[in-house]
């Protein structure tokens, strides 16, 4: 191709995109703004109050997160490839559920990946179901990728999925999973996706620091990469609820 | 004539123009909006890529553009990427897929009586799934249309009459032609949108990128979206642009350089003679696309091109930005346009590039203008200017979707250049083309399974929009090449994908 020989990377720059499979590891949006940017929130209306500095949720946060609290999820792996985009998690055709409508969530479960090609044999979620009976998805690079639809990781969720394993995400997707509190996004350090299969039995562990998946089956473990302060917002159930747990904003009975 | 565009790289310039010729001139830019017409149109940013010395007395870390907005939307003097601010939004899009679950999202967490934080700030475009009789797709544009009345939204572009949708006023279309065709996007500004594609409202060289409907639901409420800085990768196009080619060989020629991933999480600024060449339509083409890199938001610097086309549709006033002579890019490539060639992306992956000229042996079944990245009034002139130069009859069905009323009215109304007056509907009528359909988001993502041209048969489709990934138009084994109008015309005329170089010139 012409322009392969065009191209020019800035030699004194990281080569970054000399391999461009990696997605920067997660940080937190919750723990890495300076405590005086919270003050702009004294700006907004009511809806939102500042926090009192001795109650910083940054603090209280932090202190409460003891190695003690683990998370362990247990189940059954189903396994994909590279580049799932958001087409074949939900198809467009049942955008029209409402996320936020309690009946409807339960039908977006019931078509999770559902788009996926006709070459995955085994069914996420058996016709005529709402639930799956796989708790861990893995997956390859860039998972989530394509729209901004938020059913996305909603409907994983709503399916009774626990967490997803991928060496990286599409990066809405990714803050969907978080804002939402639906499915812990997990990023392994090696390619699971090729040394699981659909079926085997597995176990996630979060921990703090070194979070693993134990592949029962194969008997193999593997690290994950810290899921660091999105876990503490997914563990509440999504930004509103972690927001408001943290004393960011107040209950919605208030309003 | 290349040549003598290539001599004005900005290399050459650096070492052949008064150092004052730098990077200051942008903080004037940027403040006083009268004299923005007098910039020169060289882009400040290119001239120095290296940080700058001690030597222009300035202290302060260099800010691409894209910091610059945030940083201001933030409040603040200096941000740095991978901070993460608080950032005061300017507009918020909704459409009738996400918004009735964003706005649920915002009755069931700020209260059933809450208020959103600006009426006139929400713009609420039915665009997806109109045409239907889906009951719970109509249902979704009822939801839609209580909020806004419920909550005075002003700018909300509602259809009731879905049997003509000409009978609609009101109406437009595709949410990213329309915010920019009502002037909705301005330089400088933050643009939020529950879409993905967004992100094409870069082209005016503001932050556009798209969020989720739980973001959105906090930003109906507070106005403020918690975002990371992105890291910004530079792509400079120089060159003179050949007349076969379009915006959409370019950033699909990028996606194929960089992967589905290259950009994830990061900026793509573009720049460089080749872009400053580029009409509005053609950048918002650039711009749409770079989420199938990842990206988080893509840019291109304000210019005249831009505040001609900003100041026709609305008299609120901007301040556009521009990135500094010594911001950091994590990334710099170079292409030169004059050198490339029609390309597509072959099933199932935006960035599975080839050589329109590679793929003629594939045989098609349809072809399918339309969408946010191909359905804009230029897009159907390419299209006709194809057909009637080579005044053949389409072998395929070839289907026309304008992404908005506007685009429409356009395609029946302007005449193709060159072709004796013609409207480009009446050439797409003696090239035998289906009769250009109702504004709408169409086929582009399949859809319910009653929408116009949509891929309910596994057939192969070359198509202007913007994703192919497996199902993405209806049939999960349905194949979709993506393309620009020029090669999607050309293809319609053949059966096969062809390169438009067979009909142009």
Same mark, same amino acid.
């Given at each position: 191709?012409?322009?392969?020989?065009?191209?020019?990377?800035?030699?004194?720059?990281?080569?970054?995109?000399?391999?461009?499979?990696?997605?920067?590891?997660?940080?937190?949006?919750f723990l890495r703004f300076a405590p005086a940017s919270i003050t702009s929130f004294s700006n907004l209306k009511p809806l939102v109050t500042p926090p009192a500095p001795s109650s910083s949720p940054f603090v209280t946060r932090s202190a409460a997160a003891s190695p003690q609290e683990r998370k362990t999820f247990h189940?059954?792996?189903?396994?994909?490839?590279?580049?799932?985009?958001?087409?074949?998690?939900?198809?467009?055709?049942?955008?029209?559920?409402?996320?936020?409508?309690?009946?409807?969530?339960?039908?977006?479960?019931? +078509?999770?990946?559902?788009?996926?090609?006709?070459?995955?044999?085994?069914?996420?979620?058996?016709?005529?179901?709402?639930?799956?009976?796989?708790?861990?998805?893995?997956?390859?690079?860039?998972?989530?990728?394509?729209?901004?639809?938020? +059913?996305?990781?909603?409907?994983?969720?709503?399916?009774?999925?626990?967490?997803?394993?991928?060496?990286?995400?599409?990066?809405?997707?990714?803050?969907?999973?978080?804002?939402?509190?639906?499915?812990?996004?997990?990023?392994?350090?090696?390619?699971?996706?090729?040394?699981?299969?659909?079926?085997?039995?597995?176990?996630?562990?979060?921990?703090?620091?070194?979070?693993?998946?134990?592949? +029962?089956?194969?008997?193999?473990?593997?690290?994950?990469?810290?899921?660091?302060?999105?876990?503490?917002?997914?563990?509440?159930?999504?930004?509103?609820?972690?927001?408001?747990?943290?004393?960011?904003?107040?209950?919605?009975?208030?309003? | 004539?290349?040549?003598?565009?290539?001599?004005?790289?900005?290399?050459?310039?650096?070492?052949?123009?008064?150092?004052?010729?730098?990077?200051?001139?942008?903080?004037?830019?940027?403040?006083?909006?009268?004299?923005?017409?007098?910039?020169?149109?060289?882009?400040?940013?290119?001239?120095?890529?290296?940080?700058?010395?001690?030597?222009?007395?300035?202290?302060?870390?260099?800010?691409?553009?894209?910091?610059?907005?945030?940083?201001?939307?933030?409040?603040?003097?200096?941000?740095?990427?991978?901070?993460?601010?608080?950032?005061?939004?300017?507009?918020?899009? %909704?459409?009738?897929?996400?918004?009735?679950?964003?706005?649920?999202?915002?009755?069931?967490?700020?209260?059933?009586?809450?208020?959103?934080?600006?009426?006139?700030?929400?713009?609420?475009?039915?665009?997806?799934?109109?045409?239907?009789?889906?009951?719970?797709?109509?249902?979704?544009?009822?939801?839609?249309?209580?909020?806004?009345?419920?909550?005075?939204?002003?700018?909300?572009?509602?259809?009731?009459?879905?049997?003509?949708?000409?009978?609609?006023?009101?109406?437009?279309?595709?949410?990213?032609?329309?915010?920019?065709?009502?002037?909705?996007?301005?330089?400088?500004?933050?643009?939020?949108?529950?879409?993905?594609?967004?992100?094409?409202?870069?082209?005016?060289?503001?932050?556009?990128?798209?969020?989720?409907?739980?973001?959105?639901?906090?930003?109906?409420?507070?106005?403020?979206?918690?975002?990371?800085?992105?890291?910004?990768?530079?792509?400079?196009?120089?060159?003179?642009?050949?007349?076969?080619?379009?915006?959409?060989?370019?950033?699909?020629?990028?996606?194929?350089?960089?992967?589905?991933?290259?950009?994830?999480?990061?900026?793509?600024?573009?720049?460089? %003679?080749?872009?400053?060449?580029?009409?509005?339509?053609?950048?918002?083409?650039?711009?749409?696309?770079?989420?199938?890199a990842g990206g988080k938001n893509g840019v291109i610097p304000p210019d005249a091109t831009t505040f001609n086309y900003v100041e026709n549709r609305t008299s609120v006033p901007f301040e556009p930005v521009y990135s500094d002579g010594n911001a950091s890019f994590v990334a710099d490539y170079r292409f030169d346009v004059?050198?490339?060639?029609?390309?597509?992306?072959?099933?199932?992956?935006?960035?599975?590039?080839?050589?329109?000229?590679?793929?003629?042996?594939?045989?098609?079944?349809?072809?399918?203008?339309?969408?946010?990245?191909?359905?804009?009034?230029?897009?159907?002139?390419?299209?006709?200017?194809?057909?009637?130069?080579?005044?053949?009859?389409?072998?395929?069905?070839?289907?026309?979707?304008?992404?908005?009323?506007?685009?429409?009215?356009?395609?029946?109304?302007?005449?193709?250049?060159?072709?004796?007056?013609? %409207?480009?509907?009446?050439?797409?009528?003696?090239?035998?083309?289906?009769?250009?359909?109702?504004?709408?988001?169409?086929?582009?993502?399949?859809?319910?399974?009653?929408?116009?041209?949509?891929?309910?048969?596994?057939?192969?489709?070359?198509?202007?929009?913007?994703?192919?990934?497996?199902?993405?138009?209806?049939?999960?084994?349905?194949?979709?090449?993506?393309?620009?109008?020029?090669?999607?015309?050309?293809?319609?005329?053949?059966?096969?994908?062809?390169?438009?170089?067979?009909?142009?010139?």
């Open positions: 191709m012409a322009a392969a020989s065009l191209r020019s990377v800035n030699p004194t720059l990281p080569r970054t995109l000399a391999s461009p499979t990696r997605s920067p590891p997660f940080q937190s949006p189940g059954l792996c189903y396994v994909v490839g590279d580049n799932i985009d958001t087409d074949q998690i939900i198809p467009a055709e049942f955008l029209t559920l409402v996320p936020s409508n309690p009946d409807e969530y339960q039908k977006l479960g019931s +078509h999770a990946l559902v788009g996926l090609p006709a070459s995955y044999e085994d069914r996420f979620v058996e016709p005529g179901e709402t639930k799956t009976k796989y708790s861990i998805v893995i997956g390859g690079e860039n998972f989530g990728c394509g729209s901004s639809r938020e +059913h996305a990781p909603v409907c994983l969720g709503a399916a009774g999925a626990k967490a997803v394993v991928a060496q990286s995400y599409a990066r809405i997707f990714f803050r969907n999973s978080v804002a939402t509190g639906e499915i812990y996004p997990l990023d392994s350090e090696v390619r699971v996706c090729d040394e699981c299969s659909t079926g085997d039995v597995a176990t996630v562990e979060l921990r703090e620091g070194d979070s693993v998946l134990i592949n +029962h089956t194969t008997g193999k473990e593997y690290r994950l990469k810290a899921i660091g302060d999105a876990g503490p917002v997914i563990d509440a159930g999504g930004i509103f609820a972690y927001a408001r747990k943290a004393g960011m904003i107040p209950s919605a009975a208030a309003a | 004539m290349a040549s003598s565009v290539i001599s004005s790289s900005p290399f050459v310039c650096k070492s052949s123009q008064p150092k004052d010729l730098g990077f200051p001139k942008s903080s004037q830019i940027s403040v006083h909006r009268c004299q923005k017409r007098s910039i020169s149109r060289k882009i400040v940013s290119v001239m120095a890529p290296q940080r700058s010395s001690s030597t222009t007395g300035s202290v302060k870390t260099g800010m691409t553009m894209t910091e610059k907005i945030l940083a201001k939307a933030a409040e603040k003097s200096q941000v740095v990427p991978g901070d993460n601010i608080w950032v005061n939004v300017d507009v918020l899009m %909704t459409h009738d897929v996400c918004g009735p679950g964003a706005f649920g999202i915002f009755k069931r967490e700020f209260g059933e009586k809450a208020k959103v934080w600006d009426p006139e700030k929400i713009v609420v475009i039915p665009d997806h799934y109109i045409f239907t009789t889906d009951k719970r797709a109509n249902r979704n544009v009822d939801i839609m249309r209580e909020h806004c009345r419920e909550q005075n939204i002003k700018y909300f572009y509602d259809i009731t009459d879905l049997g003509d949708f000409r009978a609609n006023p009101d109406y437009k279309g595709v949410c990213h032609v329309a915010l920019a065709q009502e002037g909705h996007c301005r330089p400088g500004e933050v643009l939020l949108g529950t879409d993905s594609h967004t992100c094409t409202a870069g082209a005016f060289g503001q932050f556009a990128t798209g969020i989720g409907n739980t973001d959105a639901g906090f930003v109906l409420g507070t106005g403020k979206i918690l975002l990371k800085v992105p890291p910004t990768m530079r792509f400079i196009l120089d060159g003179e642009m050949p007349s076969y080619l379009q915006a959409k060989d370019l950033i699909l020629q990028i996606i194929g350089e960089i992967s589905v991933a290259g950009a994830t999480y990061k900026t793509m600024e573009f720049s460089g %003679t080749t872009i400053e060449s580029l009409t509005m339509e053609e950048r918002m083409t650039l711009c749409n696309m770079v989420v199938e004059s050198k490339l060639e029609p390309v597509v992306a072959k099933p199932h992956s935006p960035d599975n590039r080839a050589l329109a000229r590679e793929c003629k042996d594939v045989k098609i079944d349809r072809v399918y203008i339309g969408s946010c990245t191909g359905g804009k009034t230029e897009d159907f002139m390419a299209a006709a200017k194809l057909f009637h130069a080579a005044g053949k009859q389409v072998k395929v069905p070839t289907f026309l979707v304008p992404a908005t009323q506007k685009v429409w009215m356009d395609v029946y109304a302007l005449p193709v250049p060159g072709a004796g007056g013609k %409207t480009y509907a009446q050439i797409f009528e003696e090239a035998g083309c289906d009769t250009p359909t109702s504004s709408s988001c169409g086929a582009c993502l399949g859809g319910p399974a009653d929408t116009y041209a949509r891929l309910n048969e596994p057939q192969v489709c070359v198509s202007t929009t913007n994703r192919n990934f497996p199902g993405r138009m209806g049939h999960k084994e349905g194949q979709i090449y993506l393309a620009s109008p020029y090669t999607a015309a050309a293809s319609a005329l053949t059966g096969h994908v062809t390169d438009p170089r067979e009909f142009l010139q």
